[in-house]
């Protein structure tokens, strides 16, 4: 295929608007955990209890860890090889 044909060029920008969509959403759905569990946790702060603060904490730290892991994938990913 030509790269400069008119096909190729609408072909690489639906391959990068989908690339990003599925990095949107792999980012985006652990931030909202993350950003939940800490809301609460402020909010709350004075009337949680020790085991609903570590519930919170642990959930907060899960979501953290699959933000590390989709930018260490996409690091990995776009390494030249």
Known sequence: MDTKSPE???ERQRLIR???NAVSHDLKTPFVSIIGS???M???KETL???DRDTLIHT???EARKID???ADMLDK???K
């Open 49 to 51: 209890s020790t085991e």
């Open 8 to 10: 190729f060029k609408q």
């Open 60 to 62: 907060a730290l899960i």
């Open 18 to 20: 989908a690339v990003f």
């Open 42 to 44: 402020e909010r709350m």
């Open 69 to 71: 892991g989709v930018i």
């Open 38 to 40: 800490l809301e609460i």
């Open 78 to 80: 776009a390494r030249p």
